[in-house]
């Protein structure tokens, strides 16, 4: 029995609520002795590690890191290693892109290449009205390439969504991306017979594109990875869980993922107090909110340890606003660790926090990883979070006689 069976057989609905604040890539490692969680001034923060019970997080397993879809899935309690979803479909939906059971999907980031290696995976981070302007162009040049239509949809700064529409279309790729900055672009490759069309055609489409975008000064390529068709298998958070679950989110593959688990994706603005504002303004009608924070995330991959402190203290400000709703279960963690020593995601275990009557407070003073790792909790695994928070909820029936 796994936990999705052991879940369908014990949850039970209550009008408890939930509050799961996800601040992305959160995690890090020291910089002159301290991560950027030490170095921060988060005294509210720190007041709920001295609140809650705390632990550390590994969203798969030790060693392995995470993308952000099964990173987030762990955390909903999705085994990664059965539900792996493509990084194109989450992109997709997100962005409201319509997809077909035969299409193809795939995120792209515009890029910048020079003499033949890519030297910004992000293309400076353009903006998002400039990543209009170049999808714009290229489904006026490019619009079809042996039968098969190609669209491309903007999302936010360097971001795009590609749909493949077509007879014969295969998912089954290797990403185009080599994933580093440095390195030559490397060439989509089919993992089945069957996929050896749509490689081939994906190729084809990147060498058109880089003769189409020649004169631009940094978004001159485009790299593609987590290709993807509509899945067909993952429950919904409402069946799996009986709840009624809205996320709070402005980046289109979170918003993609909790859609296709059947949360209802709220609007909110760019703004960091816009995502409190709108957990207060919708706090009476659902029982689980999902709250993601993404500029810590940004700050890691870009290096910016400074930024990413500051992106801390930001967030801190805003706390005592989900002690005041008072939840029967706060929760304050992140999906994966984005060092900025590593300017990627990594390995490392994630800081947790959990704030419930039904969970006695632990020693732990301080929200670092460090001091989390001194917490009851101990080290976990992610998928086990989605179960104390329904259990600390009084969601759970008894298990067995």
Known sequence: MNWETLARELVQPTDSKIVLLVMDGLGGLPVNGQTELEAARKPNLDETARRGVCGLTDPVFMGITPGSGPAHLSLFGYDPLHYQLGR??????GTGVEVGRDDVVARGNFATLRHGL????????????????????????????????????????????????????????TDA?????????????????????TA?????FLEELKTVLAAEPKANYALLRGFSKFPSHLPSMPDLYQLRPAAIANYPMYR?????????V????????????VLEKNYDRYNFFYLHYKKTDSAGEDG?????????????????????????????????????????????PNPFVLVSDRAPA??????????????????????QAMPLMLACALKLKKFGA
């Open 118 to 173: 890519v030297v910004d995976r992000r293309a400076g981070r353009i903006s998002s009205e400039e990543n209009g302007r170049l999808c714009q162009l290229l489904n006026q040049k490019l619009p079809e390439i042996n039968g098969i239509k190609i669209s491309l949809y903007p999302g936010k700064e360097h971001r795009f969504v590609l749909k493949l529409s077509g007879p014969g279309l295969s998912d089954a790729l």
């Open 200 to 204: 081939a055609l994906v190729n084809q």
């Open 304 to 348: 910016r340890y400074e930024d990413k402190v500051k992106a801390i203290e930001e967030i801190d400000a805003f706390i005592p606003r989900l002690w005041q709703l008072k939840p029967e279960v706060l929760v304050i963690t992140s999906d994966h660790s984005t060092p900025s020593v590593l300017k990627s995601h990594s390995w490392h």
């Open 88 to 93: 194109g479909i989450l992109e997709a939906m």
């Open 266 to 277: 709220l609007e909110v603005g760019p703004e960091t107090g816009d995502i409190f504002s």
């Open 177 to 197: 991306d080599p994933q580093k900055e440095g390195k030559p672009v490397v060439p989509a490759r089919a993992l089945t017979p069957e996929a050896e069309f």
């Open 256 to 264: 993609g993922l909790t859609r296709l688990l059947g949360m209802e």
């Open 362 to 383: 632990d020693e732990v003073s301080r929200f670092t990883e460090k001091d989390c790792a001194r917490g009851s909790l101990g080290r976990f695994p992610a998928l």
